[in-house]
Structures are given as C-alpha cells and as structure tokens.
C-alpha cells in the first residue's frame, strides 16, 4: 500500500470530483479545453473564529501537479464508464486528448508557513481550461486540510505560550492520511514532535513519547512499572502517574528518581492525564521540589486544545509540556476549512483576458475577478495591511487606499513608500515546469514562526480577535463594483 508522501508522488490525477471530469470532456466537445483561464484558491472566514490563518499544503500540490498525468489503467477506467441508458460517458477521441495530456499551467502560491487572510489566493493557477478545473478538487482536498491543522496547531502553541507541545493524535486521526498530513502541519504549527514514527520516517520530524497505563497495569505494582522503565529507558523516564492514584504516583516517581540519580541519571519528568490538571500539576510540583527534582518537566495530556491550555495557563497550572491528540488532529471544533476555487478571468477569442466574477446575494460570496495577487505591507517588522491587487496595474507608491471586500465604506490609506512590502503569491510552475526550490520542512517552520512574530498580538488572540486590514487596491474595486452591476443588470434582463 502506498501512501501519503508516496502517493502523493504518485499518479493522483483520478483524484477529482467525477463532474470535473465531465466538465472537462464539455469543454473539450465545445472546442473550449485549451482556452486560457485564471482560477484562485482562497477561503472566505478563518477557521476557529480566529483571527489569522496558516498556509500549509504546497509541498503535496507541487507533487499532485508533478504527477499529473492520465496513465493506461486511468484511461481504461474511463473508458468504460457507462452512463444510465448503458453508452459510455467519454467518446474514444476524448481519452486520445486526456493520454496526451502534459501539465502545462502556471501555478502561483502563498508559501507554506506564511499567515493568510480571507479572500486573498493562497493559490492561482492559470493554464487551458481544462487542466484548471482538473485541479480544483485535489487542490483544495490537500490545501484545505493541512491549512486547518497548521492553524488549529498554532493556536495550541500560541497558548502554550512557547512551552513544547508533543502531538498525539494519530489514534484518533481521521484515517491513516489524515493523521500523516496532521502531524506534518502541526509540526509546522509548532508543535514541537510527533507520536507518529511513520510521520517521523517520511517527514523527518522529532518522534517522542511516554508510555501508557498499559505498561503500569501489565506488573504487580505501579513502582516496579516505573523501575523496570527506568531500567529500560535511564535517560528517558517520563513516568505516567495517574494510573491509580496521581500523587501516591508522584511518590513512586520521586522514589524510582532518586534510584536513577543513584546511578547518575536523571529522571525526565511525570504526565498526567485525567483530573483536574492545574491541582495535580501544582501538588506534583511542590512534591517534585520538595524532594530535590525542581528540573523534573510536567507533562499534561487528556482532551487538551487551546482553550484548555488557556485556561490551565490562567490557572497558573504547573505544566511544562503538552500532549495534544484528538482536539488538534480532527480539528475537532472545526473539521473543515471551506477554502474555494474560482474562476476569476478568461482568454477570449481575440487574446484579451476577460475579468470574471461570480455574483452572489452575499457580497462576502462575490469573488474577486482578474488576475489578482496580494502585497503585504510591514513597518519594523510588524504587518500592518494586505492590498490586493491587479498584476497588470501599476501602483501609485505615493498612497493607496484598499478597500474592504465585503463593506466597502471600510477603507484605509496606506504609504507604500514607508513600508517594506512582500508579494505574497511565488512562482511555482512557469508553464507546467516547477521553478520553485521546496524549502525542508524546517524552513517551513521557521517561516511560520516568523510569520507569526510578525504578526500583532491582538490579531492572535483566541477569541474576538481583533481583524486584520485586507482590501482591495482601488482599481480592482471598481472593477470588480463593474462587473457586478453589469451582471446584476444582465439579470434584471435589462442590456
Ligand atoms: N483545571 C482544569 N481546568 C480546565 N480544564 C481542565 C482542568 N483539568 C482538566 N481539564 C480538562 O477537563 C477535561 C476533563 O475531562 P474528563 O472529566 O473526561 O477527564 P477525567 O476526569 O480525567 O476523566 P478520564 O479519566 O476519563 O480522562 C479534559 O479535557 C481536561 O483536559
Ligand atoms: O487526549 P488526546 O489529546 O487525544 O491525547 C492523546 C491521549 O491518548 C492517550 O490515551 P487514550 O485517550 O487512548 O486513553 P485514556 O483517555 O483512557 O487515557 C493519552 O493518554 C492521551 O490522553
Ligand atoms: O507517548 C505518549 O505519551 C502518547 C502517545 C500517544 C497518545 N498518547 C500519549
């Protein structure tokens, strides 16, 4: 069985909502597969009514697109599907087009590790119509996901205050996929190792544990658990003290501690996992000092997420290091993104790009048309505004004023000149060839990690976070207010 980096590195390209396909094949009998079209992948509402988002995923799409080929045995599964009256859903000169099919579109992205905001692309592509749609459903499967994850594991870090945060969850992942790409976007969240040792072998990322209540239950009593333990593991004892009575198993830590300080090791710490975990951490701790141990970590798990650790935190609980599984992997607040893929502009006949947007009762819905990227504007260091904005419109670096997507009486004016700026959207493909060097999980890392720095603290904040500025560029507004009169008026039925 293959799976996770390796199937992403192989064939995928089935991997897609049956109506692309179909779509597809229409494009292709209207003459219209290889016309020019622009799509974007954004989302419109942070994940856990937070206030900031982190981009994670590109690394698995660079190896969707690589592989993006139909193969025979694809072709042959086509071949022979059959609609309702019994004849095939794709003529014979279609499956001759998908076989010659090469990846050829242009793919622009946020890079993995980077704070996002609605609306703006984390991905663009642009290619023939058909390969675009193709992309729509496997692009957003694999970005949509690991967003989630990266997010909801930063969250758990930023409350965690910079205290190390082990990740549990493979037990309670969705699937063996699900809980592979979770622990490769929490560790990009910042957690600091994973339980996963396939996670460790494919991604490289710490691997670390303790031990279960299994280990304490299969002996006589919880004292010889924690000595045969440390015989076993002399530089690595984290005794699980909870198994019958939490501070009787500090007491037996305490003891197995001193045997191994008698041989010149150290004991590592204890965890615990049930009760009320700010009681027990303080009472562990004063024991654990009291006894000569003050370097002794505290590990907590059971259920933990962000408000728990929060809150344990405002509890001046004595924790040290958090085991988090089920609440970080499943996303268990929020189990879906809900990031979309529009068509934004198209190619027509006579070689001009046409501006597209799709319009909707909810302005929030209303897509943003052309061919559009994002600039993040920093003053020392801090970002202070996103504008998006035409590619092919120059930008008066005297002053801009961008304008909120959903309301436009929000508005701010901003001075380019003052500030160091970034475009946020990076070549990746440059007609179907990669020219974007992958940077090491590590550097992914890092980068979110100063992506985060550079991100002010009340736009972290768990709750009601305070939003952060993103707006149109002036132009791309009143092109986009255009397009939507002009489509509303189409609809009135008035020309
Ligand atoms: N001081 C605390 N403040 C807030 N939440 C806490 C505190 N201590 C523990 N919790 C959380 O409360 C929940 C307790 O759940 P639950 O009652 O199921 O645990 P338990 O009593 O340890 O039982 P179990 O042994 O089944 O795990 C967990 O999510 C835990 O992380
Ligand atoms: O609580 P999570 O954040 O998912 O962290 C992982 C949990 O998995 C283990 O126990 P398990 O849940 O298997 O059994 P237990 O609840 O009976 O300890 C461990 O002791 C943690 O409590
Ligand atoms: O190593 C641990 O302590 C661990 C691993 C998986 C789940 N819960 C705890």
């Known amino acids: 069985m293959k799976i996770t980096k390796d199937l992403y590195q192989s064939n995928l390209v089935l991997l897609t909502d049956f109506y692309q396909l179909t779509m597809a094949y229409a494009y292709w009998k209207a003459g219209k597969g290889e016309q020019e079209a ?10 856990f009514q937070g206030g900031f988002t982190l981009a994670a995923g590109l690394d698995y799409v660079v190896d969707f697109c690589k592989n993006f080929k139909f193969e025979k045995a694809d072709l042959e599964y086509l071949e022979v599907m059959k609609d309702q009256d019994g004849s095939p859903v794709f ?10 099919l090469e990846f050829t579109c242009d793919i622009d992205a946020v890079e993995e590790g980077t704070v996002a905001f609605p609306n703006s692309p984390l991905v663009r ?9 193709l992309l729509e459903t496997p692009l957003l499967n694999i970005i949509n996901f690991q967003t989630l994850i990266a997010t909801k594991a930063a969250r758990i870090n930023l ?3 910079g205290e190390p945060v082990l990740e549990f969850g493979l037990r309670r992942a969705q699937g063996i996929d699900g809980a592979l790409a979770a622990s490769r976007a929490a560790y990009i969240g910042g957690c600091t190792s994973t339980s996963n040792v396939m996670a460790g072998k494919l991604f490289g990322i710490p691997v670390a544990g303790t031990h279960a209540h299994s280990w304490i239950l299969s002996f006589e009593t919880e004292l010889e658990a924690f000595e045969a333990y440390a015989e076993a593991f002399p530089d690595q004892c984290v005794f699980l003290v909870d198994t019958y009575d939490t501070l009787n198993g500090v007491k037996n830590a305490i003891k197995v501690g001193e045997i191994l300080r008698s ?9 615990i996992d049930s009760g009320d975990l700010a009681y027990f ?31 344990l935190k405002s509890q001046d609980a004595d924790i040290n290091v958090w085991g988090v599984g089920t609440k970080l992997v499943t996303a268990y607040d929020q189990p879906a993104l809900g990031a979309v893929y529009k068509l934004s502009a198209i190619k027509n006949e006579e070689g001009e790009w046409e501006p597209k947007v799709k319009v909707s009762q909810q302005s929030l819905k209303i897509n943003i048309p052309g061919i559009h990227n994002t600039k993040r504007y920093f003053s020392k260091g801090k970002a202070v505004a996103d504008m998006i904005f035409l590619e092919d419109q120059p930008i008066d670096t005297k002053g801009v004023v961008i304008i909120d997507p959903v309301d436009a009486t929000r508005r701010k004016r901003l001075m380019p000149a003052f500030y160091q700026e970034e475009v946020l959207l ?5 007609k179907g060839k990669k020219v974007y060097k992958l940077p090491t999980l590590t550097e992914i890392r890092d980068r979110a990690t100063s992506q985060l720095e550079s991100l002010d603290k009340t736009h972290k904040r768990l709750v009601n976070p305070h939003l952060y500025p993103v707006g149109l560029e002036e132009n791309l507004h009143h092109l ?15 020309d």
Do not use: T, W
């Open 281 to 311: 951490s303080s009472k562990a701790r004063q024991m654990l000092d009291g006894a000569g141990f003050p370097e002794a970590k505290i590990v907590a798990s059971n259920d933990l997420d962000e408000h728990i650790i929060a809150s």
């Open 159 to 161: 409350a965690a205050q």
């Open 125 to 133: 592509v642009r290619g023939p119509l058909i390969q675009c749609q």
């Open 426 to 430: 990076k070549p990746i493909f440059d």
């Open 480 to 494: 986009r207010m255009e397009l939507v009169l002009k489509a509303k008026k189409f609809d009135n039925g008035e």
């Open 38 to 47: 622009v799509f974007n992948l954004f989302f419109r509402k942070h994940p």
């Open 263 to 271: 041989k010149g090791k150290e004991m590592v710490g204890i965890r």
């Open 91 to 100: 003529e014979a000169a279609f499956l001759e087009y998908l076989q010659q």
